[in-house]
């Protein structure tokens, strides 16, 4: 699964009509892993629902269904038993999932999806992202992005992100990157999907800001850089532990860190020199703010 915040996208519209429909319950922590799965075996796509994942897999033989997906090991909520399949008619998915996704404000930034852009009117102060999903994942909606960028935003308060050098680890659409960038920073993008990548490129064009962008992840950075921001998930945050604070001069913000595996997530990080210096939580999630080196003065 690439880096970012959960994935939550609707299918395209499959050819030849119908599709096959599975909806699984899931708690939210729980989404990152039982989604990866999903994909994993061919979903379309992935629609993250209050309580529930809802999965599209195109018509064809080799579709799973209730006796072929299995029980995957780790996930029990894909065990057969819990598996809720059904024939879904073809629907203008685009559409459906379009209308449930409205401007979100996270400190002084507003992110607006494209197509709701030439209604919407700045307030005074106001950072606002023009954003299109597209192929990736990051609408801002999530409470993991919300709190990265409310992070970044009290770093820009509080010191100015101008001129600073910043890497986003995981960037899906490139929210934060650009948000960082239309703040003067001198940002690198970087994520394990291709197709992020592209759309991290795409959304930095339509917002006007130059990016360095490439296909990877922590160790790609030739670092350290002054910030970096990683909005993961919980194991790679820890399996990441020592590139990230290794590409980090100053300040690394982390989030996708379920709630209950915060002590975990960030003793991987401090053991290898970070020092937690704020924590924010979120439904169920938690965005942390580390210093790395002796400076953690305004700037940090």
Do not use: Y
């Amino acid at each position: 699964m690439p880096d970012g915040e959960p994935r939550s996208v609707p299918p395209p519209a499959p050819a030849g009509g119908s599709a096959h429909r599975l909806e699984v319950e899931v708690r939210a922590d729980r989404a990152d892993e039982v989604a990866a799965a999903l994909w994993a075996r061919g979903a379309t796509g992935v629609w993250e629902q209050p309580g529930a994942l809802v999965a599209w897999f195109a018509p064809a033989a080799s579709t799973p269904s209730a006796a072929t997906l299995g029980e995957v090991p780790g996930v029990p909520e894909l065990a057969t038993p819990k598996q809720r399949w059904s024939l879904e008619p073809e629907r203008d998915w685009q559409a459906e999932w379009k209308r449930t996704i409205h401007p979100v404000q996270a400190g002084r930034v507003v992110v607006v999806p494209s197509w709701l852009a030439d209604a919407h009117e700045p307030a005074t102060g106001e950072l606002t992202l023009v954003l299109d999903p597209g192929r990736a994942f990051g609408s801002g909606h999530h409470a993991t992005t919300t709190l990265c960028l409310e992070l970044l935003d009290a770093l820009e308060v509080g010191g100015g992100l101008a001129g600073r050098t910043v890497a986003d680890i995981g960037c899906g659409t490139g929210v934060l990157a650009i948000a960082a960038a239309r703040w003067g920073a001198h940002v690198t993008a970087v994520d394990i999907d291709p197709d992020a990548v592209e759309v991290t490129r795409e959304n930095a064009a339509r917002n006007g800001v130059p990016l360095t962008t490439g296909v990877g992840s922590a160790p790609a950075i030739e670092g350290p850089v002054d910030v970096v921001v990683a909005n993961l998930v919980t194991d790679v945050v820890i399996d990441l532990a020592r590139a990230l604070v290794a590409a980090t001069g100053t300040t690394l913000i982390v989030s996708g860190i379920a709630r209950e595996r915060r002590d975990r997530a960030l003793d991987a990080l401090q053991a290898h020199g970070a020092r937690t210096v704020e924590v924010r939580e979120r439904d169920g999630w938690i965005a942390a703010r580390l210093v790395v080196g002796a400076d953690d003065g305004a700037r940090a």
